[in-house]
């Protein structure tokens, strides 16, 4: 089925010059949640639709936590811990896959690093400053702490800054507000489906990088200009500014 979807929204989205990324994961998981509600007996509420993003999963595997893209107890302290809050930044990146690890968001970065360290810079930074957003939009610093409020900006960022577009400064700034509306789409998001009983999985990601990545920009050296291909940003920048410099060359 995720095969089909995936067909057909790239089909959707080819006239529209934009990719379906995880759309087709978000359809089909809402589809069997909301049509299979035997499925979410082991879920339990640990929130209120006030403070909720989505649900806790009720199952531990030694000393983490499997998630599915969900909130973790409420946890309101007076004093902020800034180190829990580096903390969660760094395990978003294993909460792309539900799960709140260090060691595997460690060995994800180095994976991703090695494939191209602008992305992973870009990645980390997405989830950093999502988490810092996330503090003035929740009081339940247990699912910042958790990774919970990073890991779709982490996907926002990657995608704007440099998968998608050719890594320029504006590239960069499109991303850094991308990332801030993502955090706002992820508590809006959370709010609309939580009494569900929903997760929100990429939601935010999806809606807020297909909203950015049909921007277009104006002439000059520092616009906006679609990757050509798959290859890596640090050889889609390096190609870009080569083929800049042989442009000004002719026109002197």
């Not at 409420?74 to 990146?93: A, C, F, H, Q, Y």
């Not at 900006?153 to 499109?174: D, E, M, Q």
């Not at 616009?223 to 083929?243: F, V």
């Amino acid at each position: 089925m995720s095969a089909l979807v995936t067909s057909g929204m790239a089909n959707l989205c080819k006239g529209a010059s934009l990719p379906p990324m995880t759309v087709p994961f978000n359809l089909i998981d809402l589809l069997l949640f909301i049509c299979l509600p035997s499925a979410l007996t082991h879920l339990a509420p640990t929130v209120s639709a006030q403070n909720a993003t989505t649900f806790n999963l009720a199952a531990s595997n030694n000393d983490s936590l499997i998630v599915l893209n969900a909130t973790v107890p409420v946890i309101t302290e007076l004093e902020l811990d800034w180190i829990m809050v580096l903390r969660g930044s760094l395990v978003s990146m294993g909460q792309v896959y539900a799960v709140e690890s260090i060691v595997c968001s460690i060995i994800m970065y180095m994976g991703i690093t090695m494939f191209s360290p602008m992305l992973s810079i870009a990645l980390y930074g997405g989830s950093l400053l999502a988490s810092v957003c996330a503090l003035g939009l929740t009081d339940n610093y247990g699912a910042i702490y958790s990774g919970l409020w990073g890991y779709n900006s982490a996907l926002t960022a990657g995608a704007i800054a440099v998968t998608f577009y050719i890594p320029t400064l504006l590239s960069v700034f499109n991303a850094a507000m991308a990332i801030v509306f993502t955090a706002a789409a992820q508590r809006a998001f959370g709010l609309v489906l939580a009494p569900a009983g929903l997760p929100i999985l990429t939601i935010p990601f999806v809606v807020t990088s297909s909203m950015f990545l049909a921007v277009t920009s104006g002439a000059g050296f520092e616009r906006l200009i679609k990757a050509p291909d798959g290859r890596p940003p640090e050889h889609q920048r390096r190609r870009y500014k080569k083929s800049t410099i042989q442009s000004e060359a002719c026109d002197v």
